[in-house]
């Protein structure tokens, strides 16, 4: 990782006051509304995503369209 990106993280983890990205599938594929997760995509990209339910399904493909959110993410951005 970047040392840019590293800074980015931080400051999105600041904004949205985690300590930490979630991990998809930790804790039975339940979390909490309003946490962010990483997703790296095989495009070489990171991907940010918010939880929008208390349990969730897979990510949204970053490619499918210009705003890849669905009703369980909220797509943030990417690095």
Known sequence: MS???AVFEQLVLDW???DSFGNWGDNG???NVGDIFTYHFHDGKT???RL???SYGYFPWPSESPDPSNGH???ISHY
């Open 52 to 54: 929008k339910t208390t």
């Open 29 to 31: 594929q339940t979390g």
């Open 16 to 18: 949205y006051k985690q």
């Open 73 to 75: 993410w909220q797509y």
């Open 47 to 49: 991907h940010y995503y």
């Open 3 to 5: 040392t840019n990106q």
